[in-house]
């Protein structure tokens, strides 16, 4: 079974509340996911393999580290995990960005796929999927058995709040992909949204309805 982490870190905390708070703006709700997303992407990145390399500081060589092999790519679930791009690529400058489209019908709430462009090399690269939120898990499932068709192996999944029913499924349907979290929240409305969440992520963020 996959690992679930909550990165409970008291910065990333705090900013939560602010991006759960309804008063909270577009302006300002974007600044704050951009600035967890980055945050949590140092977690994220904790096991990512390094080489020795050979540095001459002013005063003599010595030896360090740097990151080795494997790229990385960035895909966020659009529209709202185009959210947590720009924070994650602070970190990760080399990261190159695929993209899924899939929004979720609003009375069904199954998602439905309309857009996916990957790197060429998508198979070779470390990929870290991005999404705010996991509720039922259909939007994460959906776009990581679209990445493993086009033959992605190495997959993680990170989300700012996810539903317990989401990361159920997730770990049900693909067992070899870890989750990151900042928090598992309470359970679903009967709307399928999280609560207590922070309402719909991709109109907060794009001020849409
Ligand atoms: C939201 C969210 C996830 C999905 C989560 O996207 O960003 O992708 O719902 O729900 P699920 O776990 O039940 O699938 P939405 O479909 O609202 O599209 P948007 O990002 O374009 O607003
Ligand atoms: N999508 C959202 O944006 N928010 C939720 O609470 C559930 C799905």
Redesign the pocket.
């Known amino acids: 079974m996959s690992k679930v982490t909550q990165i409970a870190h008291p910065l990333i905390l705090h900013k939560l509340s602010f991006i759960r708070d309804k008063n909270t703006g577009s302006k300002d709700f974007r600044e704050l996911v951009e600035e967890v997303a980055m945050l949590m992407a140092y977690e994220v990145t904790r096991d990512m393999k390094t080489e020795t390399v050979e540095v001459e500081t002013p005063i003599c060589k010595t030896e360090c580290k740097i990151l080795a092999g494997k790229k990385v790519a960035i895909v966020p679930i659009l529209r709202?995990g185009l959210g947590m791009v720009e924070g994650m690529l602070r970190l990760i400058p080399a990261a190159k960005v695929g993209h899924i489209g899939l929004y979720?019908d609003e009375k069904t709430l199954q998602p439905v796929e309309y857009f996916c462009k990957l790197p060429q090399d998508i198979e070779e690269r470390d990929i870290i999927v991005t999404d705010p939120?996991l509720?039922t898990g259909g939007s994460a499932i959906d776009a990581i058995s679209l990445l493993k068709k086009k033959g992605a192996k190495c997959i993680r999944l990170m989300c700012l709040i996810g539903a317990p029913e989401g990361v159920k499924a997730v770990q049900e349907a693909h067992p070899d992909v870890d989750i990151y979290l900042a928090s598992i929240d309470e359970k679903l409305n009967e709307k399928?949204?999280?609560v207590p969440?922070l309402?719909?992520?991709?109109d907060r963020l794009f001020g849409t309805k």
Not at 199 to 202: E, I, L, M
Request: zero cysteines; proline letters at 0%; charged letters at 15%.
């Open positions: 709202a979720r939120m509720a399928g949204y999280i969440g309402g719909d992520a991709g």
